[in-house]
């Protein structure tokens, strides 16, 4: 992702990427914290299919992006894409196990 950012705005791309990891860190911290209710609230079937509409939503954003800032909104997705999936499979395992 940071090679595409580099090869649309090679002079703007420092900042953005500065930004993208700012923005996929805060999200991972929030989702961390908020994933258990958040989990408990949608059960884990819909949780599953949020996840998965958020990485729809954000891959699809990435191919039709064409300035460098207008990642900056998908990166927000990084809380479902990352956050809520990491614990929602940390529960998955628990239960089987």
Do not use: W
């Amino acid at each position: 992702m940071y090679l595409y950012i580099d090869e649309i705005a090679p002079c703007q791309s420092r900042s953005v990427i500065g930004l993208m990891s700012l923005i996929m860190a805060i999200s991972e911290v929030i989702a961390f914290y908020v994933s258990g209710r958040f989990i408990k609230f949608f059960g884990r079937n819909l949780s599953s299919i949020i996840i998965f509409l958020s990485f729809a939503v954000r891959f699809t954003g990435y191919y039709f992006i064409q300035k460098p800032y207008f990642i900056l909104p998908m990166e927000t997705m990084h809380f479902f894409n990352f956050g809520i999936l990491y614990v929602l499979i940390a529960q998955e395992a628990d239960s089987i196990g």
